[in-house]
């Protein structure tokens, strides 16, 4: 921009201090219009965006950051699901799965529900391997209503519903918040507010909690 500045025909000891100013301004006005500075371009396009495109171009060392964006909702997935000393194993797989198969995601800004399709997918085949190592009952309710362990709870939280047990996980378990929950799962926020009320609702309903009167 100096060599640009050097060239143009500004007589600068012919000219007073208001003249010089005028003629300063003219001369960056004429450099924007001309394309000669240029403003850096703005984008709004999403971090995973980027970082899934740098991956396909071969940076895999940016990898890193989408497994630390996104390993507390695998994680939590997997948790409302599997024993939990199996969760690390697979949560390991299931991104070296991802990487491998990165090519085919369509949309990168899909990345989170992509792969939260991919943890529930892991879920049921680990299920289907080895259905006789899950034990999920009630069992632990009836005998000992107050004072649960938190391995008792996450078994009670396993036996909800998908949605609640998945979303009361992600919340309580690895501490994401409800917005956070639905830009990584691809749920609206109001879903993500009325799967949390039932869901802790219910929760309550199987641990013999009452409701507290007003």
Known sequence: MSEVIKELPIARTKLTKGEFMIECEATAEMLIMTGAVRSPEKTDEPLEVALVRAVLEGEHDRYGRLYEMYAPLVHGILLARVPRDEVADLVQDIFLHALRKLHTLRDAKSFGPWIAMIARNRAMDFHRASRETIEVTEQTAVEKPRDRTAHEVLNLIRDLPDAYRETLVLRFVEGMT???IAARVG???ASVRVNLHRGV??????????EARA
């Open 178 to 180: 409800g917005p956070e």
């Open 187 to 189: 749920l609206t926020p």
């Open 201 to 210: 609702k219910l929760l309550r309903q199987r641990m013999g909690v009452s």
